[in-house]
């Protein structure tokens, strides 16, 4: 079932020289509202966390503000992993009450496919394979990133909530937090240098960075590149 | 020659007469010796002594206003012989205020020696005795350091509070000297830093500790009260914060099993809580919350590890001893143990592990996915290019 919403993310946008590049609409303001409060949380919550485990003499930069520095570096983590609570009610929300949400989520279910996409894929780099798969909306890459993402999130959110509310529950379970939670932020700071900034800054073609999630427009071209099963099915539900 | 002398005695007496407070203090006249820097002696092992006092430095100590020969005893004669070694429990001629009678260190130490820092009592004496602090491994003769927040001067009085001293007690030496006494206690000595320095300087020494059956505490540094404390937090818990916190004393720290110690277990949860001090810690303090061991833990992922772990890590791979993952069988089988924290450790060194497994196998995975990805996009984009 087709919605008017649908239609409306599935829109071409049309340039106005005529032989200018065609635009699709890739992340909708939805979407794009999310991904800034995820990275904006995720940078702040990144820094400020960090700061705990700066050997002593990294401190000395801040000179004479280091206890304010202190006192502020809690404040700051609070307010945004809040925000970043918030942006993770934000979307289920989505991904149930909109219809376009509802797409999102469909498509970024993993499928048997995104199995044998891997396999290809790699052959491909190495040259085994001539031919790279055809992906759809959403690649592998894109899937793994999201679930991880979402796993980590929870995993980083309820061991937070342990350490913010330490009295009322047990030391162990304090102790198992605190661990848990230095290790979940090495292990998704570590990913997102190497998984997502290689994605859109750092790869061939695509620095400085891709710029959909600025404008969440991809290029035609990028498009049947990146996503041509996406692709054909825009352009046919455009017939 | 004999002029110069005079010349030499009469400058002398000059000084000594112009700088009184020092003339009233050093009535036995040390100080004409003892004020050259360059005084002292190298003894039969070869050992420097230094006995310069500085005594300007001096006089603006805690100890400032007590004549040498108070703590110095047996000087009779030049060269000095027979000087016994200070005891601080000697009894001093300065009258104590409060009582009227003389003044003593004696009822302090008595109250240390029964300490978990003394030397024990006579049936159960302690082992290592040349192991344990003495007065001064923890106390010099501070120069004062009272709160000079309030004006900002180098001496640290303020004068508009002076000023309302002064007003009945005139003389204004012993005004300043009383002064300077009851600002430096109003507040903490020792930053905390200084304060975890100095108690590691023995506690974090592993021989020592083995010696005396002691756990080492390097593991303070991964606790979040470091973290506090590194950042030069003011209220930040030190050692002594949790060790003797409000009604304990720092003199009388008591072995964890006595009933007497803050961190005996049916006082951790009033000593989490500090009710009463200066900071309230953490107000809602249950027993399970207070349960467990704060410092034994070792689990940090050792991306940010001290400069002090990896130093014993590496004398333990050079020595051979470096074996992970018995040292985690090590932990369930030792005798003697406390059970549950054992257990707890087991746990908490598997969940280290889980996440030093994942991180290292996901995160070489994904660098070779990308750099695989970065060489086939490289000769994409060169085919595109000849193709066009």
Redesign the interface.
């Known amino acids: 079932m087709t919605t008017s919403k649908d239609i409306r993310q599935m829109h071409i946008i049309r340039p106005s020289n005529p032989h200018g590049d065609r635009y699709f609409l890739r992340l909708n303001l939805h979407e794009r509202i999310q991904h800034h409060a995820t990275w904006s949380t995720f940078v702040v919550l990144a820094i400020t966390g960090f700061m705990?485990?700066?050997?002593?003499e990294w401190?000395k930069v801040?000179g004479q503000y280091?206890?304010a520095?202190?006192?502020w570096?809690g404040i700051i983590h609070r307010i945004a992993a809040v925000i970043m609570m918030i942006n993770m009610a934000y979307q289920p929300w989505y991904f149930i009450c909109t219809a376009t949400g509802r797409k999102y989520f469909r498509d970024m279910l993993p499928t048997l496919k995104d199995l044998r996409d891997i396999k290809q894929n790699?052959a491909?780099?190495?040259g085994w394979n001539s031919e790279k798969p055809l992906f759809d909306r959403f690649n592998y890459k894109e899937k793994l990133e999201f679930w991880t993402g979402w796993i980590g999130s929870i995993i980083i959110t309820v061991t937070g909530l342990f350490l913010w509310f330490?009295?009322?529950?047990?030391?162990?379970i304090?102790?198992?937090s605190?661990?848990?939670h230095?290790?979940?932020a090495?292990?998704a700071s570590?990913?997102i240098l190497?998984?997502h900034f290689?994605?859109v800054h750092l790869?061939?073609?695509k620095f400085p960075m891709s710029t959909i999630w600025l404008d969440g427009k991809i290029s035609e071209h990028e498009l049947i590149e990146e996503h041509p099963l996406e692709y054909e099915r825009m352009v046919k539900s455009e017939k | 020659m004999r002029y110069r002398l005079l010349f030499l005695l009469s400058n002398l007496i000059l000084v000594f007469l112009l700088s009184g407070q020092a003339f009233a203090v050093d009535e036995e006249n040390c100080l004409l010796c003892h004020k050259y820097s360059g005084l002292g002696r190298i003894d039969e092992k070869g050992k420097k002594h230094l006995f310069y006092v500085n005594e300007k430095l001096y006089n603006q100590s805690v100890h400032g206003k007590i004549r040498c020969g108070e703590c110095h005893l047996g000087i009779e004669e030049f060269p000095h012989k027979n000087v016994k070694k200070v005891d601080c429990a000697t009894t001093c001629h300065l009258t104590d205020p409060a009582t009227g009678r003389p003044f003593s260190h004696a009822g302090m130490i008595e109250k240390y020696e029964i300490s978990v820092h003394g030397k024990g009592t006579t049936e159960n004496p302690k082992k290592h005795i040349e192991d344990l602090p003495t007065c001064t491994y923890c106390h010099d003769n501070r120069i004062y350091q009272p709160i000079n927040k309030l004006a900002g001067r180098e001496q640290g009085i303020a004068q508009e509070i002076f000023d309302r001293c002064i007003g009945c007690h005139t003389n204004n030496a012993w005004t300043e000297a009383f002064y300077y006494h009851f600002t430096e206690r109003l507040h903490q000595r020792r930053s905390s830093q200084r304060m975890v320095e100095l108690c590691t300087s023995c506690h974090e020494d592993e021989e020592k500790m083995a010696r005396n059956n002691l756990k080492p505490v390097s593991t303070f540094r991964d606790t979040?009260h470091w973290?506090?404390i590194?950042?030069?937090?003011?209220n930040a818990p030190n050692c002594i914060t949790c060790h003797a916190p409000v009604g304990y004393f720092s003199h009388e720290i008591m072995p964890k099993k006595d009933a007497r110690s803050a961190i005996h277990k049916d006082n951790l949860v009033h000593t989490c809580i500090n009710q009463g001090g200066v900071q309230v810690c953490?107000?809602?303090?249950?027993p399970?919350?207070?349960?467990?061991t704060v410092h034994p833990?070792q689990?940090?992922?050792g991306?940010?590890e001290?400069?002090r772990d990896a130093q014993t890590r590496k004398k333990d791979i050079e020595k051979g001893t470096f074996k992970p993952f018995q040292t985690l069988l090590a932990r369930t089988l030792k005798p003697g143990a406390d059970q549950p924290v054992s257990y707890?450790n087991i746990?908490?060194l598997l969940?280290?592990y889980f996440?030093?497994v994942?991180?290292g196998v996901?995160?070489s995975c994904?660098?070779v996915?990308?750099v695989?990805?970065?060489?086939?996009?490289?000769r994409e984009?060169s085919r595109k290019v000849t193709h066009v």
């Not at chain 2, 695989?372 to 490289?378: E, G, I, P, Q, V």
């Open positions: 705990v485990e700066f050997p002593e401190i801040f280091h206890e520095v202190f006192y570096r790699l491909y780099y190495i330490q009295e009322y529950f047990p030391k162990f304090f102790d198992v605190v661990l848990v230095t290790m979940e090495i292990l570590s990913a190497v998984w290689y994605e790869k061939p073609g | 979040f973290q506090a590194k950042y030069g937090d003011p953490h107000p809602d303090a249950t399970s919350f207070a349960q467990g833990y689990f940090k992922a991306l940010f001290d400069q707890q746990v908490m969940i280290k996440y030093m994942l991180i996901l995160i994904m660098i996915h990308q695989l990805d970065y060489f086939a996009t490289k984009l």
